[in-house]
């Protein structure tokens, strides 16, 4: 079974820095691109980074400097740094596919930027 667990998440003052994790299991993903996405309450899901399977990387604007996206392919593992963190930046974080998203979708792991 094809599973995506992501971890990492928690409360953090404006400012802090928290690192996500998504472990995949079932198959190997070294060879797809990879994308973390958010969702903050009453609103749609959106994509925050993605790299692909050589590693390049591209961020949404609103996170570009502050957030950094990397794989462990040997762990099958995929990484979101968190810096400099903002209360709009609140939301739950997913990982999945890039571009489609076509694994079954994890239950995320909730971030939340709150002095």
């Known amino acids: 079974q094809v599973q995506l667990v992501e971890s990492g998440g928690g409360l953090v003052q404006p400012g802090g820095s928290l690192r996500l994790s998504c472990a995949a299991s079932?198959?190997?993903?070294?060879?797809?691109?990879m994308g973390w996405y958010r969702q903050a309450p009453g609103t749609q899901r959106e994509l925050v980074a993605y790299?692909?399977?050589?590693?390049?990387?591209s961020y949404v604007d609103s996170v570009k400097g502050r957030f950094t996206i990397s794989r462990d392919h040997a762990k099958n593992t995929v990484y979101l740094q968190m810096n400099s963190l903002k209360p709009e930046d609140t939301a739950v974080y997913f990982c999945?596919?890039?571009?489609?998203?076509?694994?079954?979708w994890g239950q995320g792991t909730q971030v939340t930027v709150s002095s």
């Open positions: 999945n596919e890039f571009p489609n998203g076509g694994i079954a």
């Open positions: 079932g198959r190997d993903f070294s060879t797809n691109d």
């Open positions: 790299i692909t399977s050589g590693g390049w990387t």
